[in-house]
Nanobody, 122 residues
């Protein structure tokens, strides 16, 4: 059974930091990504990473603040979130894709975690 289990969400103050973790089990995907969904908004791509090469991709509004990484030995993907803003408040999801170049669309990702809530207070 394939599972992606997120952890690390919670409450932070504006300007603070949080680190999210994603632990896949059952299979390894070519690419992983973090998406987020704020109340009343569609789910959106935040950052992606290639499991083999470690190459990364970020959406503009998190560049310079968030860092996606992976630890092959621990089989874990991370999202380090710094300089948090209230508008970063959302449920964050980890997703896995078997595609070589999945892009940033949800449709390219076959497996999803349950989501973890991140709330940033002003």
């Amino acid at each position: 059974q394939v599972q992606l289990v997120e952890s690390g969400g919670g409450l932070a103050q504006a300007g603070g930091s949080l680190r999210l973790s994603c632990a896949p089990s059952g299979r390894t995907f070519r690419n992983y990504a973090w998406f987020r969904q704020a109340p009343g908004k569609e789910r959106e791509f935040v950052a992606g990473i290639s499991w083999s090469s470690g190459s990364t991709s970020y959406v503009d509004f998190v560049k310079g603040r968030f860092i996606i990484s992976r630890d092959n030995a621990k089989n874990t993907i991370y999202l380090q979130m710094n300089s948090l803003k209230p508008e970063d408040t959302a449920v964050y999801y980890c997703a896995g894709s078997p595609k070589v170049v999945p892009g940033r669309g949800e449709y390219a990702y076959d497996y999803w975690g349950q989501g973890t809530q991140v709330t940033v207070s002003s």
